[in-house]
């Protein structure tokens, strides 16, 4: 076996094990702590719904350990499997003369084959997990809708792009991957400046907040906070989940607040005042910003690197497909890199969680520390978030810290 097939599979192996490890450590400590309500919360929280988000917990916890084996599975198949070089040769036949036309048709293909066998599993969340927890308000017409909404989206932004890094990596010599890295980010800033004004629309409807007393209450925080914003606005939220949520979008002038409705039913005032002045501190301390430059200097040693695996042969051959060329060398690329970056989940988690406390301290200065805390014991109930995780699972998984350090945190501010 060549040794770059052999470390793939072995990564690939420890990441599936790892995954498996982690999902049943946190099952077992959810449901060893099932039956009371930590001490912090016992005032809030009944035992009940206590019990619901453990339940929730340990639903989800299984399909996802689930999910991580069909994708090892699926990833197996397509690379070291064949069924990549299978599908290059099978568009070969159809299309002999134009490789170029026949790399945007294989990589299609792969993305069309891995959407259709994460589709049962998005259909079995909605409709069997959510469902049974009573979260789930989407009909089997919406579901279908979406998935239609989601492809034609994707395809229209995506094929383009697609053509884009093929036509650079076949005539713009050997910095193509430079240019493509350009395009590449200039595509994603066009994509944070137009989402919330034309594509999230698309699924969701948003109304201005016509609420006029929390409306001044807001604006009043805004300036206080030294923030200009494009308008206030209420997403539908609850036509699809149950689940409650607030964000801050945009940048630059289509900067908008957006409030899920199932948050402004929930909360008081007082409450959707510290919840917004919490994501105002991920605006104030950059987080954005920072995370965007995160993702921009990746994408350039990603994209670095891959400029140099197209010469190599054997990184081809070590994924199972015989033939180089620079559309296998894309797909390989994108297909087994989330195996060799595994490894840094654990850091990116611990950074994210940092950005929380921040943004945490800013509410607690900028509005009420005991609104926010309010405010998330609530919607830790409502969204059944198990306030026991695993910790080490919570280490390497979650992007925010678990409830009961977040909570003691604010009760110190
Ligand atoms: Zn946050």
Known sequence: MPIFTTLFLALLAATVIIR???ATRHIAHVQAHRHQVPAAF??????????KAADYSVSKTRLAIIEGIVQAVLLLALTVGGVLQWLDASWHNTLPDSEFHRGVLVILSAFVISSLVDIPLDYYKAFVVDQRFGFNKMTHGMFVSDLLKHTLVGLALGTPL??????????AGSAWWLYLWVVW?????????????FIAPLFNKFQPLTDEALK???????????????????????SRSSHGNAYFTGFGSSKRVVFFDTLLERLDADEIEAVLAHELGHFRHHHVIKRIALMFAASFAGL???GWLV????????????TPSNHMALLLFLLVSPVFTFFLRPLLSGYARKNEFEADAYAATHSSAKHLEVALVKLYRDNASTLTPDPLHSAFYDSHPPASIRIARLETA
């Open 42 to 51: 016992a005032a809030a929280i009944s035992l009940d719904a206590h019990q």
């Open 20 to 22: 498996l490890w982690l």
């Open 311 to 322: 010469g190599q042969t054997w990184f081809y051959n070590g994924l199972g497909v015989a």
């Open 304 to 306: 670095a690197l891959l």
């Open 216 to 238: 001044t209450r807001i604006e009043t925080l805004l300036t206080k906070c030294g923030f200009k914003s494009q308008g206030l606005f209420v997403m539908d939220g609850s």
């Open 162 to 171: 697609l053509f884009a890094a093929l036509w650079l990596m076949q005539g």
């Open 185 to 197: 980010s200039a595509f994603n800033l066009l994509m944070l400046a137009v989402y919330p004004t």
